[in-house]
């Protein structure tokens, strides 16, 4: 079955907003399709899931990862930046995977998935 991989990176509120709702928007069709859907936090993107935010683009973000979690999506996250900044625990009480970047994108050529980031 072929995968797509939506890649969060960036940051910015556009980027965490588009890709988080790109991602439930894959969801919901994904199974019809016959399309494995996982999601790969990492640099800023990663970093936005565990800082304390009243922003309501951020905490909107976090809430869209969660669902994705919650519906089954793999939901992952570099574990070496989540030693770095101590948040191993954080992160894997969420239900997010953690893998080395390195090995999760030598993975996704791998398996030829299509990946995309933001």
């Given at each position: 079955m072929p995968k797509t991989v939506i890649h969060l990176f960036h940051g910015d509120d556009a980027s965490l907003n588009a890709g988080s709702h790109v991602a439930e928007r894959i969801r919901q069709v994904a199974s019809d399709q016959g399309?494995?859907?996982?999601?790969?936090?990492?640099?800023?993107?990663?970093?936005?899931?565990?800082?304390?935010?009243?922003?309501?683009?951020?905490?909107?973000y976090k809430d869209?990862?969660?669902?994705?979690?919650?519906a089954g999506v793999p939901v992952g996250a570099c574990l070496n930046a989540a030693n770095a900044n101590g948040t191993v625990a954080y992160l894997t009480d969420r239900g997010i995977t953690l893998q080395f970047a390195r090995d999760a994108f030598v993975?996704?050529?791998?398996?030829?998935?299509?990946?995309?980031t933001f």
């Open positions: 399309v494995d859907l996982e999601v790969y936090c990492f640099g800023p993107a990663q970093g936005a899931l565990t800082e304390e935010s009243d922003d309501p683009v951020r905490s909107e869209q990862i969660d669902s994705l979690v919650a993975r996704y050529a791998l398996e030829g998935a299509t990946v995309i």
